[in-house]
């Protein structure tokens, strides 16, 4: 692999820049109601961006496109002449962003050769400091350039930072075929944040039996390992009358009991108490009236003995309240995905090494870390395809803070170029 790789040259990370700014423009948020009532992609908008994506990749010159009939992209991209007989590897991103914060009208900012200055945000009360954020300093430190919303959307790096890198290594292989590779396929996939984002992936395409997702955070994080992902659906049914004459147990307020439940959940097992391998419980959306009302949670752990505690946890305090205050309650336990951890570990056509190798030979610093979360690779992994997780650069996801550096988004080409070059 020569040296004029992406991160060294300006005009490669400026090509870079240029296609994230340009998806993160590019509204695809998901909807988490809709794709759990079966619509998939869950809005509208993903079509729009897989449209785009396909006309982007058609326009590299790539002959075998596919837009499936569920709006993932595919693309399968030849070897060289000579490497042919290479086993194909997969690349994978997520088209759409968390619905937790607005996607809509995205307005990036970039800052060439961060100072370090604290940076505040004209449509938002808020700022990012670097005093408070090790990863901003450590950006500033080396003079990056970063990029930020405008303060009243996210940025949209999970994942457009991810597709960006894809894309552009994909782009700087077909313009150098000096660089020798083997075949190798990409996917594009909708409804990542909704849980559902390989519900329907094209298994009788993928020629893969190793596949990277793109979609980490900092420089080096190289995640093999994720939470076991459960969801509890609870609904508690009370007794309705008219409040003026609820006294002596005529009414159940089922409202009451649902909150009583949340504020009887452990304090040590929030997601705002718990970081590396503690486990949590997480209530997310609150709905109903007296008669009855429901909560929906999300429970992630790294063993499964641990699920099994916080199904413990959920079914006990439930039934207890409900016993005490005359209400009913159904509990409904779901699995999201597992835990990719032991099937990688006991992979063996070398997808871990790999990847390890391509890291040290673009002299990145492997930081092995948990996935606090999951992503397709997850559930890709549960399918037979090992599939552990890139860094892409980007920080603060989900929320108006978020951002991305340039520079370990071009640091995550270069080990992909690495990672297809022979």
Not at 391 to 398: A, D, K, P
């Amino acid at each position: 692999m020569n040296n004029n790789t992406i991160s060294s040259s300006n005009k490669e990370t400026e090509n870079l820049l240029n296609r994230f700014i340009s998806y993160a423009k590019t509204y695809s948020q998901s909807n988490s109601d809709a794709a759990d009532a079966g619509t998939f992609p869950s809005t509208e908008q993903q079509k729009d961006f897989a449209l785009k994506l396909e006309a982007e990749l058609k326009s590299l010159g790539i002959e075998n496109v596919i837009l499936t009939k569920d709006f993932y992209i595919y693309a399968f991209i030849p070897a060289s002449k000579g490497f042919e007989k290479e086993k194909p590897v997969c690349l994978i991103s997520h088209m759409d962003t968390s619905e937790e914060t607005s996607g809509k009208d995205v307005k990036p900012r970039i800052f060439k050769n961060y100072d370090g200055k604290v940076i505040s945000y004209p449509n938002g009360n808020f700022i990012l400091d670097p005093a408070e954020d090790k990863y901003l300093a450590k950006a500033a430190l080396n003079k990056e350039t970063i990029i930020t919303s405008s303060g009243d959307t996210l940025l949209g790096a999970d994942d457009k930072a991810g597709i960006a890198e894809i894309v552009t290594a994909t782009e700087y292989l077909l313009n150098h075929p000096e660089l020798k590779h083997g075949p190798f396929e990409l996917i594009f996939s909708p409804d990542e944040e909704t849980g559902h984002g390989m519900d329907k992936v094209p298994m009788e395409l993928i020629k893969s039996k190793s596949a990277y997702t793109v979609d980490g955070g900092d420089i080096g994080e190289l995640e093999s390992e994720c939470f076991n992902a459960f969801s509890a659906d609870l609904i508690f049914t009370g007794k309705a009358c008219h409040t003026g004459t609820a006294r002596s147990g005529k009414m159940v307020n089922a409202v009451q009991v649902v909150s009583q439940f949340i504020s009887l959940l452990p304090h040590n097992m929030k997601p705002e108490t718990t970081e590396g391998y503690e486990p949590f419980i997480a209530p997310l959306e609150v709905k109903g009236g007296i008669e009855k009302a429901g909560a929906y949670f999300l429970l992630r752990a790294f063993s499964m003995d641990e699920i099994e505690h916080e199904k413990k946890i959920i079914k006990t305090l439930a039934n207890s309240i409900a016993l005490s205050s005359g209400a009913q309650v159904k509990v409904k336990f779901k699995q999201q995905y597992l835990n990719m951890k032991e099937k990688i570990a006991a992979d063996k056509s070398g997808t871990l090494k790999r990847l390890e190798e391509a890291y040290k030979a673009c002299g990145v610093e492997i930081v092995n870390s948990p996935i606090r979360g999951g992503t397709d690779g997850s559930r890709l992994t549960e399918m037979g395809i090992p599939t552990p997780n890139i860094f892409t650069g980007g920080h603060n996801f989900h929320s108006k803070t978020e951002w991305a550096s340039l520079n370990q988004m071009a640091k995550a080409a270069d080990i992909l170029i690495k990672l297809l070059c022979k």
